[in-house]
């Protein structure tokens, strides 16, 4: 009996055992039908809404709730640029709130990719309550899972209280791994969409922008401009308010005359002080979520205008690295995106590009237009001050019969030779009655040292070139009180002089010589009687192109420039007979021969004497320089009767410009102001800072040039003399007074 009981139970029992199979493989092929329409349902649903960022959230979250029989669904969108989670709950009717990428559970998984199944939510401590706190709700079991795009966490999705059942199943997390596939593509899908939306908008906002500020009238100043900038830059960031301040740094401020919602009242703050402040010093971006936290916010301007900001951007307006003005942007209208991101930095920066190269080019127009009218200004009263007169035209042809009559002038060899020796007095043909035949002589005596160096002979230089090219030289000088024809002239004379002491030291052939003499005919050309100092100051027009090109040298340059003109002119081409390798090093050496003569590079060019002095044929074009340079400043060690006229030329010219910087409201420094300087003192503070170490340096070099040096030290005694005498007598007298017209 017991042996056909345990055959039937055991027949029994292999067919319960394949009922009970049965049984679980239909329940899990019901599972699997259902799972599979249920996706089929909700690809429908989420392909139909795929565009609409809402309805997509709410369609996701509610088949998610009903996918795992749970009572909410809440879904947190992750932002890793700005480390933040966007919480959106199926209840909240759109509510929309912003929490930090590791707040709770959900900022677990978003950053881990876990898989997070609790029966008690609150026994977890990761657990952020505060969710529940919005609306009284209480969570109790929670199943939080990552929702991924190409291994991408793009979302995080919290189930909250799974209903007839304390926990959520296996099933649930497998039916929603599956349904987190779709809702990942259909999240990303959204989001590319809004994107390329917003970059739309965005695109069509800043070109008819860029197209506005294109046509923005540059005569009506920085404040259309600005007004439009900050139309632009609120409608592009969907900001409430913006406020552009200009920088004014003769201030150190910042104004803003078109400040929004202000009622018209202009705004000046320090660059000291402040977010905006920090941003016009230091260049760089500030993005502040709230800036009542921030103690560089001054909320004394808010309580002013009563406002309440809280986020705020702010950026600066450059143009060559230079800071023009600075945008400040205040609080974002877009609710869903409710702080300044780094996709508005990228797009204001794109702006502010535009803008700092609009705002450069009002200003510029502003600028040149204003340093034109006080050009003309200046040009009227050079030409009257001091019977300053303009050089004439270049296109002016110098007539056969003009030359003939300066080739007919007589020149004896006993004045040759004066005119060839250190003792020659330039003075008395300068200060002869004007146009005479004395002071036309100097031409044919200029003639004479081109022809004595070899130049003419060697280069076949043509008499009736050479002619004119002096003449057209002498014409483009100015008549102010030293910068003169004659000045270049005693210039050239003493640069010949010097040659013939040093040709014993240094092999100069006569290419270099001819390059010398002409460099120190042209070295001054036009001329205004007026320094560097002073065209930088007052922005003239040669001022203003210096400072563009990034050179002190304003006059040097300028000479170049016309040297240059008149030796590329046929009529008056000198080297014209020059190959071209030699005339590319006349050309070279000629421009730096010229630059040098700028004294602020006088140290700079000492000291490179000093280090690798010239020597044999090495260092001829560093030995010109300081020859151009020797003769130009010569005066100060010619015999003193020649120096002193010259001191007094040089000063008058240094008062005519002091009073023209005073009429200008410009600076005037003490050498240049007639009520305070002093030809003697003036003198011997340029022979002791100047004069005495350079001709020392030179008669060290080579003693065939010592003769500078002793003349120097003569004639500064010769002016202590004088200033002793001036200062006894005006002790006597019991008065103060410029000892310039009795020097």
Same mark, same amino acid.
């Given at each position: 009996?017991?042996?056909?009981?345990?055959?039937?139970?055991?027949?029994?029992?292999?067919?319960?055992?394949?009922?009970?199979?049965?049984?679980?493989?239909?329940?899990?092929?019901?599972?699997?039908?259902?799972?599979?329409?249920?996706?089929?349902?909700?690809?429908?649903?989420?392909?139909?809404?795929?565009?609409?960022?809402?309805?997509?959230?709410?369609?996701?979250?509610?088949?998610?709730?009903?996918?795992?029989?749970?009572?909410?669904?809440?879904?947190?969108?992750?932002?890793?640029?700005?480390?933040?989670?966007?919480?959106?709950?199926?209840?909240?009717?759109?509510?929309?709130?912003?929490?930090?990428?590791?707040?709770?559970?959900?900022?677990?998984?978003?950053?881990?990719?876990?898989?997070?199944?609790?029966?008690?939510?609150y026994t977890d401590p990761r657990f952020d309550p505060s969710a529940d706190t919005i609306d009284g709700y209480i969570s109790r079991s929670l199943l939080?899972?990552?929702?991924?795009?190409? =291994?991408?966490?793009?979302?995080?999705?919290?189930?909250?209280?799974?209903?007839?059942?304390?926990?959520?199943?296996?099933?649930?997390?497998?039916?929603?791994?599956?349904?987190?596939?779709?809702?990942?593509?259909?999240?990303?899908?959204?989001?590319?969409?809004?994107?390329?939306?917003?970059?739309?908008?965005?695109?069509?906002?800043?070109?008819?922008?860029?197209?506005?500020?294109?046509?923005?009238?540059?005569?009506?100043?920085?404040?259309?401009?600005?007004?439009?900038?900050?139309?632009?830059?609120?409608?592009?960031?969907?900001?409430?308010?913006?406020?552009?301040?200009?920088?004014?740094?003769?201030?150190?401020?910042?104004?803003?005359?078109?400040?929004?919602?202000?009622?018209?009242?202009?705004?000046?703050?320090?660059?000291?002080?402040?977010?905006?402040?920090?941003?016009?010093?230091?260049?760089?971006?500030?993005?502040?979520?709230?800036?009542?936290?921030?103690?560089?916010?001054?909320?004394?301007?808010?309580?002013?205008?009563?406002?309440?900001?809280?986020?705020?951007?702010?950026?600066?307006?450059?143009?060559?690295?230079?800071?023009?003005?600075?945008?400040?942007?205040?609080?974002?209208?877009?609710?869903?995106?409710?702080?300044?991101?780094?996709?508005?930095?990228?797009?204001?920066?794109?702006?502010?590009?535009?803008?700092?190269?609009?705002?450069? =080019?009002?200003?510029?127009?502003?600028?040149?237009?204003?340093?034109?009218?006080?050009?003309?200004?200046?040009?009227?009263?050079?030409?009257?001050?001091?019977?300053?007169?303009?050089?004439?035209?270049?296109?002016?042809?110098?007539?056969?019969?003009?030359?003939?009559?300066?080739?007919?002038?007589?020149?004896?060899?006993?004045?040759?030779?004066?005119?060839?020796?250190?003792?020659?007095?330039i003075h008395s043909y300068k200060n002869a009655p004007v146009d005479s035949e004395k002071q036309r002589k100097v031409i044919p005596m200029i003639v004479?040292?081109?022809?004595?160096?070899?130049?003419?002979?060697?280069?076949?230089?043509?008499?009736?070139?050479?002619?004119?090219?002096?003449?057209?030289?002498?014409?483009?000088?100015?008549?102010?009180?030293?910068?003169?024809?004659?000045?270049?002239?005693?210039?050239?004379?003493?640069?010949?002089?010097?040659?013939?002491?040093?040709?014993?030291?240094?092999?100069?052939?006569?290419?270099?010589?001819?390059?010398?003499?002409?460099?120190?005919?042209?070295?001054?050309?036009?001329?205004?009687?007026?320094?560097?100092?002073?065209?930088?100051?007052?922005?003239?027009?040669?001022?203003?192109?210096?400072?563009?090109?990034?050179?002190?040298?304003?006059?040097?340059?300028h000479h170049c420039n016309l040297a240059i003109q008149v030796l590329s002119d046929p009529r008056y081409n000198i080297f014209r007979n020059l190959d071209?390798?030699?005339?590319?090093?006349?050309?070279?050496?000629?421009?730096?021969?010229?630059?040098?003569?700028?004294?602020?590079?006088?140290?700079?060019?000492?000291?490179?004497?000093?280090?690798?002095?010239?020597?044999?044929?090495?260092?001829?074009?560093?030995?010109?320089?300081?020859?151009?340079?020797?003769?130009?400043?010569?005066?100060?060690?010619?015999?003193?009767?020649?120096?002193?006229?010259?001191?007094?030329?040089?000063?008058?010219?240094?008062?005519?410009?002091?009073?023209?910087?005073?009429?200008?409201?410009?600076?005037?420094?003490?050498?240049?102001?007639?009520?305070?300087?002093?030809?003697?003192?003036?003198?011997?503070?340029?022979?002791?800072?100047?004069?005495?170490?350079?001709?020392?340096?030179?008669?060290?070099?080579?003693?065939?040039?010592?003769?500078?040096?002793?003349?120097?030290?003569?004639?500064?005694?010769?002016?202590?003399?004088?200033?002793?005498?001036?200062?006894?007598?005006?002790?006597?007298?019991?008065?103060?007074?410029?000892?310039?017209?009795?020097?």
């Open positions: 009996y017991q042996r056909r009981v345990h055959g039937t139970f055991s027949a029994f029992s292999t067919y319960v055992a394949v009922a009970l199979r049965n049984a679980h493989l239909f329940k899990f092929a019901q599972f699997e039908q259902k799972k599979a329409q249920i996706m089929l349902e909700l690809t429908h649903t989420l392909s139909s809404s795929v565009l609409d960022a809402n309805k997509l959230l709410n369609t996701v979250m509610e088949n998610a709730r009903k996918l795992t029989d749970a009572d909410r669904c809440a879904l947190y969108i992750v932002d890793k640029d700005n480390q933040e989670m966007e919480y959106h709950m199926s209840s909240s009717n759109n509510q929309c709130i912003r929490v930090p990428l590791n707040t709770g559970i959900a900022g677990h998984v978003a950053v881990t990719g876990e898989i997070v199944n609790l029966e008690d939510a939080t899972m990552p929702v991924r795009y190409e =291994n991408n966490i793009v979302a995080v999705a919290q189930l909250m209280n799974k209903q007839e059942s304390s926990r959520f199943t296996t099933e649930d997390e497998e039916i929603f791994v599956a349904f987190s596939t779709y809702v990942g593509v259909s999240l990303r899908t959204c989001k590319q969409h809004s994107e390329l939306m917003k970059a739309k908008r965005k695109n069509d906002v800043l070109v008819d922008v860029l197209a506005k500020l294109s046509c923005t009238d540059l005569r009506k100043g920085d404040d259309e401009i600005i007004d439009k900038v900050a139309e632009g830059i609120k409608g592009l960031l969907q900001a409430d308010r913006c406020t552009v301040f200009v920088v004014d740094e003769e201030r150190r401020e910042l104004v803003s005359k078109v400040a929004q919602n202000t009622g018209g009242r202009e705004i000046r703050i320090s660059m000291n002080e402040g977010i905006a402040g920090e941003v016009a010093r230091t260049g760089n971006v500030l993005n502040i979520r709230d800036v009542y936290a921030d103690p560089r916010f001054n909320q004394e301007v808010d309580k002013k205008f009563g406002y309440v900001t809280k986020c705020m951007l702010t950026m600066p307006i450059k143009y060559t690295g230079e800071v023009l003005a600075v945008a400040q942007v205040l609080n974002k209208t877009n609710l869903d995106n409710p702080y300044f991101n780094k996709e508005d930095e990228e797009l204001l920066e794109y702006f502010c590009m535009f803008a700092g190269i609009t705002l450069a =080019n009002s200003r510029l127009y502003s600028f040149v237009l204003k340093a034109g009218q006080q050009a003309m200004h200046l040009l009227e009263q050079t030409e009257t001050a001091g019977n300053v007169d303009r050089p004439l035209p270049l296109h002016d042809t110098i007539s056969d019969s003009v030359i003939q009559s300066y080739r007919e002038i007589s020149v004896s060899e006993k004045e040759l030779k004066y005119f060839k020796s250190y003792e020659f007095d004479h040292l081109f022809e004595d160096i070899g130049a003419v002979d060697h280069f076949s230089v043509d008499i009736d070139t050479l002619y004119k090219f002096i003449i057209r030289v002498s014409s483009m000088y100015r008549s102010v009180p030293y910068h003169n024809f004659f000045h270049a002239v005693d210039t050239t004379q003493t640069a010949y002089v010097l040659i013939k002491n040093v040709e014993n030291k240094i092999n100069l052939d006569v290419l270099d010589k001819f390059v010398l003499l002409t460099t120190c005919l042209v070295h001054d050309i036009d001329h205004m009687g007026l320094n560097n100092n002073f065209h930088l100051k007052a922005d003239t027009p040669m001022g203003i192109l210096s400072s563009a090109s990034g050179t002190p040298s304003v006059l040097e340059v071209s390798t030699q005339l590319r090093s006349s050309f070279k050496s000629l421009v730096e021969c010229i630059l040098a003569t700028d004294m602020a590079k006088h140290n700079e060019l000492c000291t490179q004497f000093v280090e690798t002095p010239p020597s044999g044929s090495s260092g001829k074009g560093l030995l010109l320089k300081m020859l151009v340079k020797s003769a130009d400043i010569s005066n100060v060690a010619k015999p003193f009767e020649i120096a002193r006229q010259w001191a007094i030329a040089v000063t008058e010219e240094f008062h005519s410009q002091g009073d023209m910087e005073k009429q200008h409201g410009l600076q005037v420094a003490p050498l240049f102001d007639r009520a305070k300087a002093e030809l003697p003192d003036s003198q011997i503070g340029f022979i002791d800072f100047v004069g005495t170490k350079f001709f020392s340096m030179l008669a060290d070099w080579h003693y065939g040039l010592k003769f500078l040096l002793d003349n120097l030290n003569k004639n500064r005694n010769e002016w202590v003399t004088l200033r002793d005498k001036h200062r006894s007598i005006r002790f006597k007298q019991g008065g103060e007074g410029s000892v310039l017209a009795s020097g």
